[in-house]
């Protein structure tokens, strides 16, 4: 069973740059996650999908960040403008549902912002 | 709001040493309590995990403690191995609604042959 996939590992842009991230998760799972890792840092929630709906994004900075998961399957996340505390890394994650307790975890997107 | 803390932040033993991580969470309300191996360039992946009804669980050479009262829970690896070597991280979590993570700030585990 493929785990969860994300695009790209690695990215390095100027400030004032857009970047996305694109994520596809598990198969079947329903739930999907965003999360920011600081360095040394445990994962923050930015923003939960139940399927296609955004039932918890009290922590994504919405001047800057946005997400959609159209279709309730794939998922991308956008910063526009990016700013150099955005360098981080972005972990996305996926569960079978809400209740379910285990995180399915891709291996994230680095970024860099110079 | 919520809060984790754990403790140590780095942890070195030797093989065949035994290694114990600890956290405090502040939210009583928490029920659920994985706990997450994240080895280098790879995303966390969970290795155990307790909830609020037991005391403990043990997988093999792998162990989580919980003491609701003091709310605190801990990691017990026994007989460590080089590949145990990781960042470690505790997470607490309410199995509501929001069923919301909260992480641990992470345990860099190095294990000495």
């Known amino acids: 069973e493929a785990g969860v996939v994300q695009s790209p590992r690695y990215k390095i842009i100027e400030k004032k740059q857009p970047v996305a991230f694109w994520c596809n998760p598990i198969?079947?799972?329903?739930?999907l996650y965003w999360y920011l890792q600081n360095l040394g840092q445990g994962p923050e929630l930015l923003i939960r999908?139940?399927?296609?709906?955004?039932?918890?994004d009290s922590q994504l900075p919405k001047d800057r960040f946005s997400a959609e998961r159209l279709k309730g399957v794939d998922s991308t996340l956008k910063i526009q403008p990016a700013e150099l505390g955005d360098s981080a890394v972005y972990l996305c994650?996926?569960?079978?549902?809400?209740?379910?307790?285990?995180?399915?975890f891709g291996e994230g997107s680095r970024l860099t912002v110079l | 709001g919520e809060n984790v803390e754990q403790h140590p932040s780095t942890l070195s033993v030797q093989e065949g040493d035994s290694a114990v991580i600890k956290c405090t969470y502040s939210d009583s309300a928490s029920n659920y309590f994985p706990w997450y191996k994240q080895e280098l360039g790879k995303g966390p992946q969970l290795i155990i995990d307790i909830r609020s009804n037991v005391g403990e669980k043990k997988d093999q050479r792998i162990a989580v403690t919980l003491n609701k009262t003091a709310k605190h829970f801990s990691l017990h690896i026994t007989e460590t191995q080089p590949e145990d070597s990781a960042v470690y991280f505790c997470?607490?979590?309410?199995?509501?609604?929001?069923?919301?993570?909260?992480f641990g700030t992470g345990t860099l585990l190095a294990v000495q042959p």
């Open positions: 997470a607490a979590s309410r199995r509501d609604a929001t069923n919301k993570l909260i």
């Open positions: 999908y139940e399927n296609e709906e955004a039932v918890d």
């Open positions: 994650a996926s569960s079978v549902d809400r209740a379910s307790g285990e995180l399915f």
């Open positions: 198969s079947g799972h329903n739930t």
